[in-house]
């Protein structure tokens, strides 16, 4: 019985990881989708290379370390119910054995005004 727990724990947290890393590349996609702008507008003349220089040290510094930081550094089973209240995660993106338990954690993390 031991054993059936901890292999379901084990399955637990590798739907979590992978609840993780499907939210991180949604978000660093939208972050690189922002960047790709500026280098649109570089290319078109709108903005010149120094101004491109300081958008991806921003980038960088900023929506990337973010990000990074997010999921990389914290547990899976923090960072995932925070991407489900931002709705970065939707309900189908969740295997139905979690989903529950998904809800009940993003319930502590959601604002009073949610």
Do not use: C
């Amino acid at each position: 019985m031991a054993q059936k727990q901890e292999h379901g724990a084990k399955k637990r947290r590798r739907q979590f990881r992978e609840l993780a890393g499907l939210a991180y590349r949604r978000e660093l996609e939208e972050a690189l989708g922002q960047l790709e702008a500026s280098f649109k507008a570089w290319r078109s003349g709108e903005i010149g290379p120094f101004e491109l220089s300081d958008r991806i040290h921003k980038f960088h510094n900023g929506p990337s370390r973010e990000l990074w930081s997010t999921y990389e550094s914290l547990d899976a089973e923090m960072s995932v119910p925070l991407a489900f209240v931002r709705g970065v995660l939707k309900e189908e993106d969740v295997p139905p054995e979690l989903l529950e338990q998904l809800r009940r954690t993003a319930e502590l993390h959601r604002l009073p005004d949610d």
